[in-house]
């Protein structure tokens, strides 16, 4: 996958412009095919976590949250996700204590720390796959736009800051729909930090559940400022990143971005490693990166794990508890 171009944050390109046509084509394609395929459904309530908008919004930590507070509702949840940049086809049941983020994908090693997780290409015999386990409930990673199975409630993540982009669908902009049909589609919306001006104009016209959270890093209490850090990293907004660095204190010498879901090669941490040396730094990096490194290479490399944080996680729960309640009462 390419790095996020920057025009996707801007109004008015030259790019928007002559890309135009082509985002046009991908919407009716788009839609043609949601629209002509019969979702298959599961006796197990499917829970899908998606966003509009092309990587970056905080899909996986959303899902990982809201498996937490099924656990804490004494229910079992599992995982399932395409296992973007992974070969694997599936469906695979992930174990993150031997599988790759080369065979399975970096967010599936992340979802497997928390429950039973699958990977799959094919959603439907994912699902189906999944559906014998005796869950309580499937947690679908992604899969907002992808119509094969029948969601019982769909979860729609929007970074409060980052928001739509410029508006624009793929590939003059981040969106892999219209704005308007993502949310018509949604059962809740998730909102990650601050929403900013266009997303709370958004959020003002929505008739659904609004859950707000931010997502926190977990850095030591105690940071050298004399230590130099080389920053890199390999997600869909990098800035993200830094930025939280070194608004805690970590003394930056360095950042150097590779494109979302990279999958780094000897000669890649080689590369960093004697940058880092010539700048008498150390390397650090994010838990979705860290996944993708050898059991070599993260013996040079640090990583700062995140974790969502519900503004008011009662509310989240009782929303969660009242339609599984429903999807169970149907099944019966």
């Known amino acids: 996958m390419l790095k996020t171009p920057n025009f996707w944050f801007k109004k008015d390109s030259f790019l928007i412009?002559?890309?135009?046509?082509?985002?046009?084509?991908?919407?009716?394609?788009?839609?043609?095919?949601?629209?002509?395929?019969?979702?298959?459904?599961?006796?197990?309530?499917?829970?899908?976590?998606?966003?509009?908008?092309?990587?970056?919004?905080?899909?996986t930590p959303t899902a990982i949250a809201i498996g937490k507070i099924l656990q804490d509702l004494k229910l079992k949840p599992g995982f399932l996700t395409r296992g973007y940049g992974g070969e694997t086809k599936g469906p695979f049941r992930v174990n993150a204590l031997y599988h790759t983020a080369k065979q399975m994908g970096d967010e599936a090693l992340i979802l497997a720390k928390y429950g039973p997780t699958y990977v799959a290409k094919n959603k439907v015999k994912g699902g189906q796959k999944m559906d014998g386990m005796h869950l309580d409930a499937l947690i679908m990673d992604d899969g907002y736009q992808n119509p094969s199975l029948e969601k019982d409630i769909s979860f729609l993540v929007i970074d409060g800051q980052i928001g739509f982009g410029n508006d624009r669908v793929f590939p003059a902009g981040p969106l892999r729909e219209p704005v308007e049909d993502a949310v018509q589609r949604a059962s809740a919306v998730v909102v990650i930090g601050s929403a900013s001006e266009s997303v709370s104009k958004i959020?003002?016209?929505?008739?659904?559940?609004?859950?707000?959270?931010?997502?926190?890093?977990?850095?030591?209490?105690?940071?050298?400022?004399?230590?130099?850090?080389?920053?890199?990293?390999?997600?869909?907004?990098?800035?993200?990143?830094?930025?939280?660095?070194?608004?805690?204190?970590?003394?930056?010498?360095?950042?150097?971005?590779?494109?979302d879901h990279h999958l780094y090669t000897e000669k890649d941490i080689s590369d960093l490693?004697?940058?880092?040396?010539?700048?008498?730094?150390?390397?650090?990096?994010?838990?979705?990166?860290?996944?993708?490194?050898?059991?070599?290479?993260?013996?040079?490399?640090?990583y700062v794990p995140i974790e969502l944080h519900w503004e008011n996680e009662k509310k989240v729960a009782t929303f969660l508890n009242d339609k599984i309640k429903t999807c169970r009462e149907k099944i019966s």
């Not at 080389?230 to 010498?253: E, H, M, R």
């Not at 650090?284 to 993260?298: A, F, G, H, P, S």
Request: a positive charge; glycine letters at 6%.
């Open 203 to 259: 959020l003002n016209t929505l008739s659904v559940p609004v859950f707000y959270s931010t997502v926190k890093s977990f850095f030591p209490k105690d940071i050298d400022k004399e230590t130099k850090f080389v920053a890199f990293s390999g997600i869909a907004f990098p800035s993200k990143f830094f930025n939280s660095l070194q608004d805690n204190g970590y003394n930056l010498t360095k950042k150097i971005s590779f494109a």
């Open 273 to 302: 490693r004697e940058k880092a040396r010539s700048l008498g730094a150390k390397l650090i990096t994010t838990e979705k990166d860290y996944v993708r490194l050898t059991k070599m290479q993260k013996k040079y490399v640090s």
């Open 17 to 59: 412009t002559i890309l135009y046509p082509a985002s046009k084509l991908y919407t009716f394609f788009s839609k043609l095919r949601y629209n002509s395929i019969k979702p298959v459904a599961i006796k197990t309530p499917l829970i899908c976590v998606g966003n509009a908008t092309v990587g970056g919004a905080g899909k």
